[in-house]
């Protein structure tokens, strides 16, 4: 099954990506529920392959042992264009039913796999590519979050102001989008050692991402970015003509828009400023034993420093429940919003980020706040609980939050919860879905999402190597 049968036989699912619709029993069954036969697959990786048999001989259980055998792979299998050109890997990695390449979604699709990278060049070189992309993505244009393969193709948003530039499919403007193309290139080489994609380009994207998350801090005030859409959806683009709500200088960086692709309330995004923090040492490090630049690592030491400080000065807050927690957006001006969403990374997703330990206070308060009903976006109905997110409105969950939920969980009990629900949630497809209804997990949106179906492939396997026995009893 190839990509588009794979499109044409989720159609009738839905409309729209963003449309919710009752399924009857009978359509259901039309949901792609099996991988692509082998000469229709994108990618083939051998070492994918051998860790699908070996990871599934474990689970006892035959319907999470199906959902791991579909979605651990389904990065490769469907949205995978990889080619090269005179001996340059280039890898572009489509989010799903969307056809344009996220920064955040291709770096978090591709990240199990790089502990194969070592038994498997073929895999290497794929990841390889796609740090070569993703640089060249960010020269393009450091404040757009999604791409097109074909730069001379139209983009669907050519209406928002500015118009993107080719190439380019939005131009939403996302701290962690920039984040993520750090973390997949300090992934990539502690997995391999390798230096071979770190080269002048990717260089110069690095002094680039730097750049904009420093003009992003805007001490003056003043930012070149703004961002208007003509749409219905107020979470669509920031107020005031597109520059968002007033603050005032935080030493964090400024982003309009969430993971979720949402505009903020509040510019400060404490989790992706946190993720920001991280980045930057990363980059600090490889730019000092890779690139051997003593200025870029001066350049984000220091950033991360100011911005550190800005999100323990501002970025957290006392809560009437559960005391001091990290707020999840603020203004410099006092003003806070309590509450997480779905979207990597969130307040949840901390530890998971190899940010905090799952001992430190902050976030064990932080967690059980994001967990409770007052976070307003924690949801409970019939068919499930978990976050969900302003994207798909008060009544659906995300089982990417369920799956978050369970890799950041020290308790067995816990995790075991979380894989009973993403067992009795995937509405017959033994796939992932972006959210289901809280009362019938028939109720979903996008049939075909990459992100959530590696995310619970990742999920299986870190239990297959830290908790096999969860496997082998559910």
């Given at each position: 099954?190839?990509?588009?049968?794979?499109?044409?036989?989720?159609?009738?699912?839905?409309?729209?990506?963003?449309?919710?619709?009752?399924?009857?029993?009978?359509?259901?069954?039309?949901?792609?529920?099996?991988?692509?036969?082998?000469?229709?697959?994108?990618?083939?990786?051998?070492?994918?392959?051998?860790?699908?048999?070996?990871?599934?001989?474990?689970?006892?259980?035959?319907?999470?042992?199906?959902?791991?055998?579909?979605?651990?792979?389904?990065?490769?299998?469907?949205?995978?264009?990889?080619?090269?050109?005179k001996?340059?890997?280039?890898?572009?990695?489509?989010?799903?039913?969307?056809?344009?390449?996220?920064?955040?979604?291709?770096?978090?699709?591709?990240?199990?796999y790089?502990?194969?990278?070592?038994n498997?060049?073929?895999?290497?070189?794929?990841?390889?590519?796609?740090?070569?992309?993703?640089?060249?993505?960010?020269?393009?244009?450091?404040?757009a979050n999604?791409?097109?393969?074909?730069?001379?193709?139209?983009?669907?948003?050519?209406?928002?102001?500015?118009?993107?530039?080719p190439?380019?499919?939005?131009?939403?403007?996302?701290?962690?989008?920039?984040?993520?193309?750090?973390?997949?290139?300090?992934?990539?080489?502690?997995?391999?050692?390798?230096?071979?994609?770190?080269?002048?380009?990717?260089?110069?994207?690095?002094?680039?991402?730097?750049?904009?998350?420093?003009?992003?801090?805007?001490?003056?005030?003043?930012?070149?970015?703004?961002?208007?859409?003509v749409?219905?959806?107020?979470?669509?683009?920031?107020?005031?003509?597109?520059?968002?709500?007033?603050?005032?200088?935080?030493?964090?960086?400024?982003?309009?828009f969430?993971?979720?692709?949402?505009a903020?309330?509040?510019?400060?995004?404490?989790?992706?400023?946190?993720?920001?923090?991280?980045?930057l040492?990363?980059?600090e490090?490889?730019?000092?034993?890779?690139?051997?630049?003593s200025?870029?690592?001066?350049?984000?030491n220091?950033?991360?420093?100011?911005?550190?400080?800005?999100?323990?000065?501002?970025?957290?807050?006392?809560?009437?429940?559960?005391?001091?927690?990290?707020?999840?957006?603020?203004?410099?001006?006092?003003?806070?919003?309590?509450?997480?969403?779905?979207?990597?990374?969130s307040?949840?997703?901390?530890?998971?980020?190899?940010?905090?330990?799952?001992?430190?206070?902050?976030?064990?308060?932080?967690?059980?706040?994001?967990?409770?009903?007052?976070?307003?976006?924690?949801?409970?109905g019939?068919?499930?609980?978990?976050?969900?997110?302003p994207?798909?409105?008060?009544?659906?969950?995300?089982?990417?939050?369920?799956?978050?939920?369970?890799?950041?969980?020290?308790?067995?009990?816990?995790?075991?919860?979380?894989?009973?629900?993403?067992?009795?949630?995937?509405?017959?497809?033994?796939?992932?879905?972006?959210?289901?209804?809280?009362?019938?997990?028939?109720?979903?949106?996008r049939?075909?999402?990459?992100?959530?179906?590696?995310?619970?492939?990742?999920?299986?396997?870190?239990?297959?190597?830290?908790?096999?026995?969860l496997?082998?009893?559910?």
């Amino acid at each position: 099954m190839n990509r588009r049968k794979f499109l044409a036989r989720t159609a009738a699912f839905t409309a729209s990506s963003f449309i919710f619709q009752h399924r009857s029993i009978a359509t259901m069954m039309m949901v792609p529920n099996d991988r692509p036969e082998p000469s229709q697959r994108r990618f083939v990786s051998q070492a994918v392959e051998e860790t699908i048999n070996r990871v599934s001989s474990s689970i006892r259980n035959p319907e999470l042992r199906r959902l791991f055998e579909n979605c651990y792979p389904n990065t490769l299998d469907t949205t995978v264009f990889y080619f090269e050109e005179k001996g340059i890997e280039d890898t572009f990695i489509i989010t799903g039913d969307i056809d344009a390449m996220w920064l955040r979604d291709s770096t978090a699709q591709v990240w199990p796999y790089l502990q194969l990278l070592h038994n498997d060049e073929a895999l290497k070189k794929l990841i390889r590519g796609l740090v070569n992309r993703q640089a060249a993505c960010v020269l393009l244009d450091p404040y757009a979050n999604s791409f097109y393969r074909d730069a001379s193709r139209p983009s669907a948003w050519s209406s928002d102001q500015p118009a993107p530039k080719p190439g380019v499919h939005e131009r939403k403007w996302e701290v962690d989008s920039l984040c993520y193309v750090i973390r997949l290139a300090y992934g990539y080489w502690k997995a391999t050692e390798d230096t071979t994609p770190f080269d002048d380009r990717w260089k110069n994207a690095m002094q680039t991402l730097v750049q904009t998350f420093k003009t992003e801090q805007r001490r003056n005030g003043y930012s070149p970015y703004r961002f208007k859409r003509v749409t219905s959806a107020m979470e669509d683009a920031p107020v005031h003509d597109g520059t968002g709500r007033p603050a005032r200088y935080t030493g964090m960086i400024y982003s309009m828009f969430r993971p979720s692709d949402d505009a903020t309330l509040y510019p400060f995004s404490i989790p992706s400023n946190l993720f920001a923090v991280q980045s930057l040492q990363q980059l600090e490090e490889m730019a000092l034993k890779v690139l051997k630049d003593s200025s870029l690592v001066r350049e984000c030491n220091t950033l991360a420093a100011e911005i550190n400080a800005g999100i323990q000065k501002f970025g957290k807050g006392i809560h009437p429940v559960f005391g001091e927690i990290y707020a999840y957006e603020v203004d410099g001006l006092g003003n806070k919003i309590f509450m997480d969403d779905a979207n990597v990374p969130s307040l949840l997703s901390l530890t998971y980020l190899g940010i905090h330990k799952p001992s430190d206070e902050i976030y064990r308060r932080t967690r059980e706040f994001v967990l409770s009903e007052e976070n307003p976006w924690f949801i409970k109905g019939q068919a499930g609980e978990g976050i969900g997110s302003p994207h798909t409105g008060k009544e659906h969950i995300w089982p990417m939050s369920i799956i978050m939920r369970a890799l950041t969980s020290q308790r067995d009990e816990e995790i075991l919860f979380c894989l009973n629900q993403l067992i009795e949630t995937h509405a017959g497809s033994y796939f992932m879905h972006e959210s289901f209804h809280k009362d019938d997990a028939s109720r979903f949106s996008r049939p075909w999402f990459a992100w959530a179906n590696t995310l619970l492939g990742e999920l299986i396997l870190n239990l297959y190597h830290q908790k096999p026995y969860l496997l082998k009893n559910l």
